[in-house]
């Protein structure tokens, strides 16, 4: 299997006849969300639990199994080091990322180097800590059952020699 090629960017053959209707749909849910938080007194109440349930939901596909309620207990000063410990810590560095990434992009656009950052925020005190947080990777990688080779591989992403030359695209 070859290294996924990214499309070259900007795509310049979009059927935007087809996306149009969804784009007005996104804007009118974007628009009526907007309203909600306009009419709530402070809007990070409400914010603070579903980014949460965003970072715990996210953070199960690298197999953490920690649930929203057991990383209010560890915020709460009520569950200490334990199973759940290294878990919840990664969810609560998502979290991190998630606000920061919030602040950052009120001011600045998105910038491989801000990238870099909040991995290296993503992976603060971690499994996966001596794994070079916050540089992008030097090895080819794949993603696949546990244990195949590269040629069983599902899916082989870009070349790491190339791959700033793509994410800078």
């Known amino acids: 299997m070859?290294?996924?090629?990214?499309?070259?960017?900007?795509l310049t053959d979009l059927d935007w006849r087809q996306l149009l209707p969804l784009v007005g749909q996104a804007n009118a849910a974007l628009a009526y969300y907007d309203g909600l938080l306009a009419g709530i007194p402070n809007p990070a109440v409400m914010l603070s639990p579903l980014t949460t349930q965003e970072a715990v939901l996210s953070s199960?596909?690298?197999?953490?199994?920690?649930?929203?309620?057991?990383?209010?207990?560890?915020?709460?000063?009520?569950?200490?080091?334990?199973?759940?410990f290294n878990d919840i810590q990664e969810i609560s560095n998502y979290r991190k990322a998630l606000f920061d990434a919030r602040a950052y992009l009120r001011d600045y656009?998105?910038?491989?180097?801000?990238?870099?950052?909040?991995h290296r925020t993503l992976m603060s005190s971690v499994r996966g800590k001596e794994k070079t947080p916050g540089e992008f990777r030097r090895k080819q990688n794949w993603i696949g059952r546990h244990g195949c080779a590269f040629?069983?591989?599902?899916?082989?992403?870009?070349?790491?020699?190339?791959?700033?030359d793509h994410l800078q695209a």
């Open 109 to 118: 656009p998105i910038r491989l180097g801000f990238v870099c950052e909040l």
């Open 151 to 164: 040629d069983e591989a599902t899916f082989v992403p870009p070349n790491p020699v190339q791959l700033h």
């Open 2 to 10: 070859q290294p996924f090629e990214p499309h070259k960017l900007p």
């Open 60 to 84: 199960r596909i690298e197999g953490t199994q920690a649930t929203v309620d057991e990383v209010l207990e560890q915020e709460a000063g009520l569950l200490k080091e334990g199973e759940k």
